[in-house]
């Protein structure tokens, strides 16, 4: 499936984003491209309390919160209507939120004015799915939750090298991201019926979650691929932190430590690297 109409998948949720009248509308509306939850008993301050929680557990669990935070730069690759975007901004300093949809920045400004400190907000389009419109090295740390799984493999891997283009020298990326899991058997084949019909009949596709939820898994990559990716373009100590339900431990090479967290999806996981620096930047 052509990036185009993949990225059709998310625009055309942006697009409903755009046209509902405020973020409350958005998460009853389409809660269900976040976290599944619709209907009256959503609400943006419950989306948000959620997200906060996350943050607090990820941030924790990862050791990634630092006394300085207050002076440093977060930049969130896939902010969506910004269900993290206004912990972050309570947290640091300066938060740069991305997202391919423009819809869902101007949503996600408007959750991060209501729940969190919209002062230190900027926002950047992801041109293409592919290009943070953001000068090089100019975040502290780079996050992504739940949004590189949703771009082909091939679009997931360059926002890896965006990555390490916007961190600073000396800075970390933590990145989540989606593998191979038993119910993969069924969910890749149904995926692939999936965006057949999203790019023959994008019309009918978009009244169904289910063929949206379906037709916007994209990749399935594992950590040592994207691991081996990273040491092409920068160096860094890395750790990845794969569910405590995985029974297998990801094999990683160069003796990467693997971490267990609880309550990570059973096909999630996180890879951390401290101290990124591009091969071109001088120690
Ligand atoms: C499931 S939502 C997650 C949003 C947010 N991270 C959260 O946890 O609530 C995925 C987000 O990724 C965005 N997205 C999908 N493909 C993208 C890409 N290539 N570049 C940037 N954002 C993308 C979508 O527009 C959507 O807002």
């Given at each position: 499936?052509?990036?185009?109409?993949?990225?059709?998948?998310?625009?055309?949720?942006?697009?409903?984003?755009?046209?509902?009248?405020?973020?409350?509308?958005?998460?009853?509306?389409?809660?269900?491209?976040?976290?599944?939850?619709?209907?009256?008993?959503?609400?943006?301050?419950?989306?948000?309390?959620?997200?906060?929680?996350?943050?607090?557990?990820?941030?924790?669990?990862?050791?990634?919160?630092?006394?300085?935070?207050?002076?440093?730069?977060?930049?969130?690759?896939?902010?969506?209507?910004?269900?993290?975007?206004?912990?972050?901004?309570?947290?640091?300093?300066?938060?740069?939120?991305?997202?391919?949809?423009?819809?869902?920045?101007?949503?996600?400004?408007?959750?991060?004015?209501?729940?969190?400190?919209?002062?230190?907000?900027?926002?950047?389009?992801?041109?293409?799915?592919?290009?943070l419109l953001v000068g090089d090295q100019q975040a502290d740390l780079v996050f992504s939750y739940i949004t590189l799984q949703h771009c082909t493999p091939e679009v997931a891997l360059e926002l890896v090298r965006?990555?390490?283009?916007?961190?600073?020298?000396?800075?970390?990326?933590?990145?989540?991201?989606?593998?191979?899991?038993?119910?993969?058997?069924?969910?890749?084949?149904?995926?692939?019926?999936?965006?057949?019909?999203?790019?023959?009949?994008?019309?009918?596709?978009?009244?169904?979650?289910?063929?949206?939820?379906?037709?916007?898994?994209?990749?399935?990559?594992?950590?040592?691929?994207?691991?081996?990716?990273?040491?092409?373009?920068?160096?860094?100590?890395?750790?990845?932190?794969?569910?405590?339900?995985?029974?297998?431990?990801?094999?990683?090479?160069?003796?990467?430590?693997?971490?267990?967290?609880?309550?990570?999806?059973?096909?999630?996981?996180?890879?951390?690297?401290?101290?990124?620096?591009?091969?071109?930047?001088?120690?």
């Amino acid at each position: 499936m052509a990036l185009r109409a993949r990225s059709v998948i998310w625009r055309r949720a942006g697009r409903r984003a755009e046209v509902l009248g405020n973020a409350d509308d958005v998460v009853r509306d389409t809660g269900w491209v976040f976290n599944n939850v619709t209907g009256e008993e959503a609400s943006l301050p419950l989306f948000v309390a959620q997200g906060d929680e996350e943050v607090q557990r990820w941030f924790d669990l990862m050791g990634l919160t630092r006394s300085d935070d207050q002076q440093r730069t977060l930049l969130e690759i896939g902010s969506g209507i910004g269900r993290m975007t206004a912990a972050f901004t309570r947290r640091y300093g300066h938060v740069i939120a991305t997202d391919i949809d423009p819809g869902f920045l101007e949503r996600c400004r408007e959750t991060v004015s209501r729940h969190g400190n919209v002062a230190r907000l900027e926002t950047a389009v992801v041109d293409g799915g592919r290009s943070l419109l953001v000068g090089d090295q100019q975040a502290d740390l780079v996050f992504s939750y739940i949004t590189l799984q949703h771009c082909t493999p091939e679009v997931a891997l360059e926002l890896v090298r965006e990555s390490v283009r916007v961190v600073r020298p000396g800075g970390t990326l933590a990145l989540n991201l989606r593998t191979w899991s038993r119910a993969d058997l069924l969910l890749w084949p149904a995926g692939r019926v999936a965006h057949i019909i999203w790019r023959f009949a994008p019309r009918f596709a978009e009244r169904s979650r289910l063929l949206t939820r379906l037709g916007w898994q994209a990749n399935r990559l594992g950590p040592a691929e994207v691991y081996r990716h990273f040491s092409t373009l920068a160096t860094g100590s890395a750790r990845v932190y794969q569910p405590t339900k995985r029974r297998r431990t990801f094999e990683m090479p160069h003796g990467v430590p693997v971490h267990r967290l609880a309550d990570l999806h059973p096909s999630h996981y996180f890879i951390v690297i401290d101290d990124v620096r591009a091969a071109s930047t001088p120690r």
